[in-house]
């Protein structure tokens, strides 16, 4: 099955053919990781390129990212591995101001199938919420996503706090999103820099020591 009817149903927002799409890739062996960055991670960059240069507008691009949600929630199941013993547990978020969520989600289903414990604590989440979901869920790893530039020191205001509450020694934290850089990663701290959801599962293994 060619990938690319798939990817043409995510820039049309067309949530009936992604959902079926998604399942005669799913049925045609694809395997999920393909799917996601040969399909549906290329469609959305198609749809982001149309909006910066105002070819399309703020409803379609809506229209497009619920598509593309309709068919990470159909990959989830098989991105999870289940009954398997947590490797770690991590919490994960979008900074404040920014309620851009669908690199954060699939982030967390890539670190689900790897066998993290994730709680998501969903978007525009402040400093002092990372703080609390650290201190609630004891987690190893806190994950930190942004797609603004504005928003982008917000990130570091997450680092701050945590060293305020003195976690800072007890987690490992690790950014991304399209402006993050990994000179900007260390720029503000960060203990690493993940380009894409697949190089967050190695790093967040990395940096566990885990194999
Ligand atoms: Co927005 N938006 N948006 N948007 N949007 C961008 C980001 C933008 C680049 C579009 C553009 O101008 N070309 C631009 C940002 C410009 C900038 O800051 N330099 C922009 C803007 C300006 C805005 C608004 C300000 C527009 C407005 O209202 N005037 C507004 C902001 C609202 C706010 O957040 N306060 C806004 C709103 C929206 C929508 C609500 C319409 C919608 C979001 C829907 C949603 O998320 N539920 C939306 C969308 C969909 C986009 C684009 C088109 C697509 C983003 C996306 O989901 N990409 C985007 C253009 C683009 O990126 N091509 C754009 C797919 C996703 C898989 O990629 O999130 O980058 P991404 O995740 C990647 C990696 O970055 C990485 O892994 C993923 C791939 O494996 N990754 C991590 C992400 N997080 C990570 C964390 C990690 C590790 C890796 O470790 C923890």
Redesign the pocket.
Known sequence: MDLNALKDAVINGDLKGCTILTEVAIQAGHPPEKIMNEAL?PG??V???K??CNEVY?PE??VA?RAMKKSLAMLKPLLIQTGAKPVGVAV?GTVK????????N??CMMWEGAGFEVVDLGVDVSPDKFVQGVKDTGAQIV???T????TMLNMRGVIQALERAQLREKVKV??????VTQTFATEIGADGY?????V?VEKAKELLGIA
């Open positions: 991670v959305m960059d749809v982001g390129e909006f910066r703020v691009v809506l990212a994960a101001g920014d309620l851009h969520d669908i690199g954060k699939l982030v994950g930190i996503s797609l603004l530039t504005t690790l950014v991304g999103g399209a402006p993940g380009e894409s959801a697949a967050a």
